[in-house]
Protein backbone atom coordinates (compact mmCIF):
# COMPACT_ATOMS: atom_id res chain seq x y z
CA UNK A 1 0.00 0.00 0.00
CA UNK A 2 3.10 2.19 0.58
CA UNK A 3 4.06 1.53 -3.46
CA UNK A 4 2.24 1.30 -6.44
CA UNK A 5 4.57 -1.66 -7.24
CA UNK A 6 3.63 -4.50 -8.28
CA UNK A 7 3.81 -6.88 -4.87
CA UNK A 8 5.82 -9.89 -3.89
CA UNK A 9 4.94 -12.60 -1.62
CA UNK A 10 4.52 -11.04 2.21
CA UNK A 11 7.80 -12.14 3.69
CA UNK A 12 9.73 -10.50 0.53
CA UNK A 13 7.35 -7.28 0.91
CA UNK A 14 7.97 -6.45 4.57
CA UNK A 15 11.93 -7.14 4.01
CA UNK A 16 11.87 -4.90 0.90
CA UNK A 17 9.87 -2.21 2.80
CA UNK A 18 12.36 -2.87 5.75
CA UNK A 19 15.06 -1.90 3.65
CA UNK A 20 13.22 1.55 1.86
CA UNK A 21 12.22 2.47 5.23
CA UNK A 22 15.88 3.25 6.54
CA UNK A 23 15.77 5.68 3.81
CA UNK A 24 12.60 7.35 4.88
CA UNK A 25 13.49 7.28 7.93
CA UNK A 26 17.09 9.16 7.76
CA UNK A 27 15.43 11.22 5.34
CA UNK A 28 12.79 12.13 7.74
CA UNK A 29 14.87 13.47 10.44
CA UNK A 30 17.19 15.40 8.68
CA UNK A 31 14.53 17.39 6.73
CA UNK A 32 12.13 17.97 9.74
CA UNK A 33 14.23 18.37 12.47
CA UNK A 34 14.82 22.08 13.11
CA UNK A 35 11.43 22.85 12.53
CA UNK A 36 10.61 20.05 15.03
CA UNK A 37 12.79 21.54 17.28
CA UNK A 38 11.06 24.55 17.54
CA UNK A 39 7.64 23.03 18.25
CA UNK A 40 9.20 21.08 21.52
CA UNK A 41 11.04 23.72 23.27
CA UNK A 42 7.69 26.11 22.74
CA UNK A 43 5.55 23.35 23.68
CA UNK A 44 7.67 22.26 27.16
CA UNK A 45 11.11 24.11 27.17
CA UNK A 46 9.59 26.75 30.40
CA UNK A 47 11.91 29.55 28.88
CA UNK A 48 9.91 29.35 25.38
CA UNK A 49 6.26 28.60 26.95
CA UNK A 50 3.30 30.52 27.97
CA UNK A 51 4.44 34.16 26.46
CA UNK A 52 2.88 35.84 23.35
CA UNK A 53 6.72 37.19 22.44
CA UNK A 54 7.62 33.19 22.04
CA UNK A 55 5.79 32.72 18.76
CA UNK A 56 7.45 30.74 16.22
CA UNK A 57 9.26 33.24 14.76
CA UNK A 58 10.85 34.24 18.15
CA UNK A 59 11.53 31.29 18.79
CA UNK A 60 13.70 30.30 15.61
CA UNK A 61 15.75 34.24 16.27
CA UNK A 62 16.44 33.76 19.50
CA UNK A 63 18.06 29.81 18.77
CA UNK A 64 19.82 31.38 15.87
CA UNK A 65 21.31 34.01 17.78
CA UNK A 66 21.76 32.46 21.24
CA UNK A 67 23.09 28.91 19.46
CA UNK A 68 23.13 29.28 15.46
CA UNK A 69 22.32 26.16 13.30
CA UNK A 70 23.56 24.07 15.33
CA UNK A 71 20.73 24.63 17.80
CA UNK A 72 18.28 24.08 15.40
CA UNK A 73 19.71 20.17 15.14
CA UNK A 74 20.15 19.60 18.87
CA UNK A 75 19.13 16.12 19.62
CA UNK A 76 19.19 15.04 16.44
CA UNK A 77 21.71 12.08 16.32
CA UNK A 78 18.74 9.70 18.22
CA UNK A 79 16.10 10.27 15.89
CA UNK A 80 18.77 10.06 13.00
CA UNK A 81 19.66 6.57 14.38
CA UNK A 82 16.63 5.71 15.41
CA UNK A 83 14.15 6.74 12.88
CA UNK A 84 15.95 4.85 10.16
CA UNK A 85 15.10 1.52 12.94
CA UNK A 86 11.65 2.53 13.95
CA UNK A 87 10.62 4.00 10.68
CA UNK A 88 12.32 0.71 8.75
CA UNK A 89 10.35 -1.50 11.48
CA UNK A 90 6.65 0.19 11.20
CA UNK A 91 6.88 -0.18 7.00
CA UNK A 92 7.95 -3.57 7.46
CA UNK A 93 5.12 -4.63 9.57
CA UNK A 94 2.41 -3.08 7.75
CA UNK A 95 3.50 -4.12 4.60
CA UNK A 96 4.41 -7.78 5.65
CA UNK A 97 1.17 -8.10 7.33
CA UNK A 98 -1.03 -6.27 4.47
CA UNK A 99 0.02 -8.15 1.62
CA UNK A 100 -0.39 -11.89 3.72
CA UNK A 101 -4.16 -10.55 4.16
CA UNK A 102 -4.14 -9.86 0.23
CA UNK A 103 -3.13 -13.25 0.15
CA UNK A 104 -5.81 -14.82 2.21
CA UNK A 105 -8.27 -12.27 0.51
CA UNK A 106 -8.80 -10.20 3.48
CA UNK A 107 -8.40 -6.86 1.97
CA UNK A 108 -12.34 -7.37 0.18
CA UNK A 109 -13.94 -6.92 3.43
CA UNK A 110 -14.41 -3.45 3.56
CA UNK A 111 -15.48 -0.89 6.09
CA UNK A 112 -19.12 0.18 5.76
CA UNK A 113 -19.48 3.52 4.81
CA UNK A 114 -15.48 4.08 4.34
CA UNK A 115 -15.04 4.93 0.59
CA UNK A 116 -13.88 1.45 0.09
CA UNK A 117 -11.46 1.18 3.08
CA UNK A 118 -10.32 -2.32 3.69
CA UNK A 119 -10.50 -3.75 7.36
CA UNK A 120 -6.77 -5.26 6.55
CA UNK A 121 -5.52 -1.99 5.90
CA UNK A 122 -6.54 -0.59 8.93
CA UNK A 123 -5.42 -3.76 10.80
CA UNK A 124 -2.02 -3.61 9.38
CA UNK A 125 -1.92 -0.11 10.42
CA UNK A 126 -2.07 -0.52 13.74
CA UNK A 127 0.34 -3.49 13.79
CA UNK A 128 2.60 -1.49 12.03
CA UNK A 129 2.16 1.54 14.63
CA UNK A 130 2.95 -0.64 17.24
CA UNK A 131 5.64 -1.96 16.49
CA UNK A 132 7.18 1.83 15.86
CA UNK A 133 5.67 3.30 19.41
CA UNK A 134 8.05 0.20 21.71
CA UNK A 135 10.94 1.03 19.07
CA UNK A 136 10.14 5.22 19.31
CA UNK A 137 9.72 5.95 22.89
CA UNK A 138 13.05 5.70 23.81
CA UNK A 139 14.39 7.38 21.29
CA UNK A 140 12.07 10.21 21.02
CA UNK A 141 12.75 10.81 24.82
CA UNK A 142 16.38 10.70 24.12
CA UNK A 143 15.37 13.54 21.37
CA UNK A 144 13.13 15.88 23.24
CA UNK A 145 15.56 15.97 26.24
CA UNK A 146 18.41 17.47 24.33
CA UNK A 147 16.08 19.49 22.27
CA UNK A 148 14.84 21.23 25.59
CA UNK A 149 18.35 21.15 26.55
CA UNK A 150 18.15 18.35 29.62
CA UNK A 151 20.40 15.23 30.12
CA UNK A 152 18.98 11.69 29.22
CA UNK A 153 19.03 8.80 31.37
CA UNK A 154 18.38 5.33 30.21
CA UNK A 155 16.52 4.62 33.64
CA UNK A 156 13.40 6.72 32.14
CA UNK A 157 13.80 5.59 28.47
CA UNK A 158 10.13 4.71 28.32
CA UNK A 159 8.83 7.78 30.34
CA UNK A 160 5.74 8.82 28.65
CA UNK A 161 4.46 5.26 27.01
CA UNK A 162 1.64 5.65 27.65
CA UNK A 163 0.99 9.01 25.96
CA UNK A 164 3.39 7.43 22.88
CA UNK A 165 1.24 4.31 21.75
CA UNK A 166 -2.12 6.42 21.34
CA UNK A 167 -0.17 8.96 19.66
CA UNK A 168 1.97 6.94 17.23
CA UNK A 169 -0.86 3.95 16.55
CA UNK A 170 -4.00 6.97 15.82
CA UNK A 171 -1.42 9.05 13.32
CA UNK A 172 0.44 6.40 11.63
CA UNK A 173 -3.08 4.37 11.09
CA UNK A 174 -4.55 7.73 9.67
CA UNK A 175 -1.59 7.86 7.39
CA UNK A 176 -1.94 4.23 6.26
CA UNK A 177 -5.53 5.06 5.58
CA UNK A 178 -5.64 8.27 4.41
CA UNK A 179 -2.50 7.12 1.75
CA UNK A 180 -4.65 3.91 0.97
CA UNK A 181 -7.64 6.13 0.16
CA UNK A 182 -5.56 8.57 -2.05
CA UNK A 183 -3.96 5.67 -3.98
CA UNK A 184 -7.28 4.16 -4.45
CA UNK A 185 -9.37 6.86 -5.62
CA UNK A 186 -6.37 8.28 -7.90
CA UNK A 187 -5.94 4.25 -9.39
CA UNK A 188 -2.42 4.56 -8.25
CA UNK A 189 -1.48 7.87 -9.94
CA UNK A 190 -0.73 9.77 -6.70
CA UNK A 191 2.10 7.28 -5.92
CA UNK A 192 3.85 7.33 -9.14
CA UNK A 193 4.75 11.05 -10.14
CA UNK A 194 7.50 12.24 -7.20
CA UNK A 195 5.49 15.72 -7.12
CA UNK A 196 2.24 13.73 -6.22
CA UNK A 197 4.02 11.71 -3.95
CA UNK A 198 5.38 14.50 -1.87
CA UNK A 199 1.78 16.41 -2.08
CA UNK A 200 -0.02 13.55 -1.16
CA UNK A 201 2.22 12.04 1.94
CA UNK A 202 2.92 15.25 3.03
CA UNK A 203 -0.53 16.63 3.17
CA UNK A 204 -1.96 13.46 4.51
CA UNK A 205 0.86 13.57 7.56
CA UNK A 206 -0.03 16.80 8.04
CA UNK A 207 -3.52 15.85 8.67
CA UNK A 208 -3.01 13.35 10.31
CA UNK A 209 -0.85 15.21 13.05
CA UNK A 210 -3.50 17.76 13.35
CA UNK A 211 -5.73 14.79 14.66
CA UNK A 212 -3.68 13.86 17.36
CA UNK A 213 -2.04 16.84 18.30
CA UNK A 214 -3.06 17.77 21.65
CA UNK A 215 -1.56 13.64 22.45
CA UNK A 216 2.16 15.18 20.95
CA UNK A 217 2.00 17.91 23.12
CA UNK A 218 1.20 15.79 26.51
CA UNK A 219 3.76 13.60 24.99
CA UNK A 220 6.70 15.76 24.61
CA UNK A 221 6.13 17.74 28.42
CA UNK A 222 5.71 14.29 29.91
CA UNK A 223 8.97 13.39 28.10
CA UNK A 224 10.71 16.21 29.26
CA UNK A 225 9.85 16.09 32.52
CA UNK A 226 7.82 19.90 32.49
CA UNK A 227 7.31 20.69 35.68
CA UNK A 228 3.74 22.63 36.61
CA UNK A 229 3.68 25.23 39.38
CA UNK A 230 6.38 23.61 40.88
CA UNK A 231 5.57 19.77 40.72
CA UNK A 232 7.37 17.76 39.35
CA UNK A 233 4.76 14.74 38.36
CA UNK A 234 1.16 16.71 37.63
CA UNK A 235 -1.38 14.76 36.38
CA UNK A 236 -2.49 15.17 32.92
CA UNK A 237 -5.34 17.44 33.76
CA UNK A 238 -2.94 19.85 35.40
CA UNK A 239 -0.99 19.68 32.35
CA UNK A 240 -4.08 20.99 30.26
CA UNK A 241 -4.51 23.55 32.80
CA UNK A 242 -1.29 24.99 32.49
CA UNK A 243 -1.57 24.89 28.82
CA UNK A 244 -4.53 27.34 29.13
CA UNK A 245 -6.87 24.53 28.37
CA UNK A 246 -7.87 22.37 25.41
CA UNK A 247 -6.53 25.08 23.14
CA UNK A 248 -3.22 25.38 24.20
CA UNK A 249 -2.19 21.48 22.97
CA UNK A 250 -1.91 23.19 19.78
CA UNK A 251 0.88 25.04 20.93
CA UNK A 252 3.50 24.67 18.19
CA UNK A 253 1.10 23.64 15.52
CA UNK A 254 2.76 25.87 12.79
CA UNK A 255 6.45 24.88 13.28
CA UNK A 256 4.93 21.56 13.56
CA UNK A 257 3.20 21.61 10.42
CA UNK A 258 6.13 22.86 8.36
CA UNK A 259 8.36 20.01 10.00
CA UNK A 260 5.72 17.10 9.30
CA UNK A 261 4.84 18.14 5.80
CA UNK A 262 8.37 18.92 4.53
CA UNK A 263 9.97 15.73 5.92
CA UNK A 264 6.95 12.80 4.97
CA UNK A 265 6.38 14.41 1.47
CA UNK A 266 10.37 14.28 1.30
CA UNK A 267 11.04 10.81 2.46
CA UNK A 268 8.19 9.31 0.68
CA UNK A 269 9.94 10.65 -2.74
CA UNK A 270 13.33 9.17 -1.72
CA UNK A 271 11.50 5.51 -0.41
CA UNK A 272 8.96 5.30 -3.47
CA UNK A 273 12.48 5.57 -5.71
CA UNK A 274 13.92 3.19 -4.36
CA UNK A 275 10.95 1.02 -4.37
CA UNK A 276 10.78 1.47 -8.12
CA UNK A 277 14.88 0.65 -8.44
CA UNK A 278 13.83 -2.38 -6.44
CA UNK A 279 11.58 -3.34 -9.05
CA UNK A 280 13.47 -2.39 -12.04
CA UNK A 281 16.41 -4.57 -10.86
CA UNK A 282 14.05 -7.47 -10.77
CA UNK A 283 14.48 -7.91 -6.85
CA UNK A 284 10.74 -8.13 -6.43
Avoid at 10 to 37: C, Q, R, S
Avoid at 73 to 84: A, K, Q, T, W
Avoid at 147 to 176: D, N
Avoid at 218 to 239: E, I, S, Y
Wanted: hydrophobic share 40%; aromatic share 12%.
Amino acid sequence: MTHAEKRGVWYKEGALAFGTGILYGATNAVVGHPMDTVKAKMQCQADFMGKESNGMISVCRKVWTTEGIRGFFRGVFPPLMGSSVYRSAQFAVFEAVYTRQTELGWDKVKIPCSGGLAIATVFAGICGSSARAVIESPIEYAKVKRQTGQTWHFSEAYQGFFMQLPRTVGMMTCIFCGVDTARRWTEGEALKRPHLQFITWGGISMLSFWVIWPLETLKNQVQAGTAVDGNDKPTLRQRVASMGGPLGLYRGIMPGSISVFMRNGTAAVVMTFAQRKITEYGLR
